[in-house]
């Protein structure tokens, strides 16, 4: 019998839990034109009257002026009116952050325009998922979105731009998502700092197409942590263009890129690998049989710069092509160029029609190579200097470049199948038995 009364009760207990939870679920309506007198006329009145737990539904209807923030809030979706966006801008003077996030869980805006402010939107606290759907962030006084201590964000069909620094800030061991569905547009464009700025922080493209252009630093910089990009198809790539430089990497930051992306014409690098960073390039094939691949030109420096112990791996058809100018550092300028660093590379890769070497080895570098086809660049093929070596694995094809195709100074040695490529100017030359690198290329489930 006791056993009994004891079910009953626990059951009655829960009952009345799911009674509560169920009682607390509220929807409201904020319309900041005024014009509907049963409407709240502000989102933070709404939110006064809103229990800390929902589900709650918010519909925004209108351009509200006013600065937002809460703590400690669970289960709200803020959202237009169907077939509308909702506006929430800056109201203070001096300008304050436009709507503050902290210490919530499960919040969800759909169809919001966030504008002006000190920042635009600051998610903080270990906050999260903070889900973004079909939203812009705009026109801030500083970061478009800043993201914080241990926080999570998802954005879906969301732009980010013309804020007056960076794009995104992310920091404090937080995560971002960017897309979930092969259709979804993420745009970062039009920055006066870093598209994507990442400090110690997870971020991860899971598909869609992601654009960042136009942002006056880095369109993307790293200060460690990691970032795991899955590229969209051939036909639309994700796309990496007319920023200061294209992809920064620095203090131990790891970059993976998956598929199809498109590096271009991003001031001085495509990809600048510093201070023992790396960086892996895989190719993806899709159910058609056609190659997802990175392609970086139009820098003015080089395509991928490599320096202080940084590494890369770029296996597949990638293609590293029309970077340099005249008017670069002659030391630096080409397609790939290397300082106290090692990449491999190959799978069909090239690089080609350059302004300097197509690689470029200095200051105790490395370089496994095969499978590849280096061409058309002004100088050497490959260079190598100051106590670099490199593995030459066939099949390999160097032609029409201006300079030799394997060219050492007295300090640097090649090995591998070094006998077999013409025009070298490579006096140490090892025959000690050096195997070529069995790679193989992880396989993506199909978008």
């Not at 325009?113 to 026109?139: K, M, R, W």
């Not at 013309?162 to 547009?185: D, M, V």
């Not at 991860?204 to 910089?221: C, M, P, R």
């Not at 050096?434 to 489930?445: A, G, M, Q, T, V």
Request: glycine residues 12%; proline residues 3%.
């Amino acid at each position: 019998m006791t056993h009994k009364c004891q079910g009953t009760l626990l059951g009655v207990l829960i009952l009345i839990f799911l009674l509560a939870a169920f009682a607390s679920a509220t929807d409201v309506k904020v319309d900041c034109t005024g014009t509907d007198p049963n409407a709240f006329h502000s989102i933070n009145d709404a939110l006064n009257t809103l229990d800390m737990v929902g589900p709650h539904t918010v519909t925004i209807n209108g351009n509200c002026h006013e600065n937002v923030g809460f703590g400690q809030r669970n289960w709200i979706t803020f959202q237009a009116v169907p077939g509308r966006y909702a506006t929430i801008t800056n109201a203070a003077n001096p300008a304050l952050i436009t709507f503050i996030v902290s210490s919530s869980h499960d919040i969800v805006f759909d169809h919001i325009i966030f504008e002006g402010g000190s920042a635009g939107v600051y998610v903080s606290s270990n906050s999260g998922p903070i889900h973004f759907l079909n939203c812009t962030i705009q026109d801030s006084l500083g970061d478009g979105l800043d993201i914080d201590m241990q926080s999570s964000v998802h954005f879906e069909n969301t732009s980010i731009k013309n804020n007056a620094f960076n794009g995104i800030s992310i920091s404090n061991q937080s995560q971002l998502l960017l897309g979930t569905y092969p259709t979804q547009r993420i745009r970062i464009s039009g920055n006066g700092g870093d598209g994507l700025a990442i400090d110690g922080s997870n971020v991860q493209l899971n598909y869609g197409i992601l654009t960042v252009d136009s942002n006056k630093g880095a369109g993307i910089s790293m200060a460690g942590g990691r970032l795991q990009f899955y590229g969209s198809g051939t036909a639309v790539p994700a796309l990496i263009q007319n920023n200061n430089n294209g992809i920064t990497l620095n203090t131990g930051a790891s970059a993976t890129l998956w598929g199809g992306f498109r590096i271009h014409n991003n001031g001085g690098y495509g990809i600048a690998i510093n201070n023992s960073s790396s960086l892996t390039a895989w190719e993806v094939d899709d159910a058609n049989g056609n190659k997802y691949v990175t392609a970086i030109d139009g820098h003015s420096t080089a395509g991928i710069g490599l320096s202080a112990s940084s590494s890369a791996e770029l296996i597949g058809a990638h293609s590293i092509f029309n970077n340099g100018s005249a008017s670069a550092d002659p030391g630096a300028r080409g397609g790939i160029s290397m300082a106290g660093s090692s990449l491999t590379i190959g799978w069909n890769t090239a690089i080609r029609n350059n302004i300097g070497p197509g690689l470029r080895l200095g200051a105790k570098s490395d370089v496994i190579m095969f499978d590849m086809t280096i061409s058309g660049n002004s100088e050497e093929a490959v260079r190598e200097t100051n106590l670099s070596s490199g593995g030459y694995y066939n099949p390999l094809t160097f032609y029409g470049n201006g300079g030799k195709s394997l060219y050492c100074d007295k300090f640097s040695v090649a090995y591998g199948d070094v006998g077999s490529i013409a025009n070298t100017d490579c006096a140490n030359v090892t025959t000690a038995a050096e195997r070529r690198p069995d790679i193989h290329i992880p396989k993506l489930p199909q978008q």
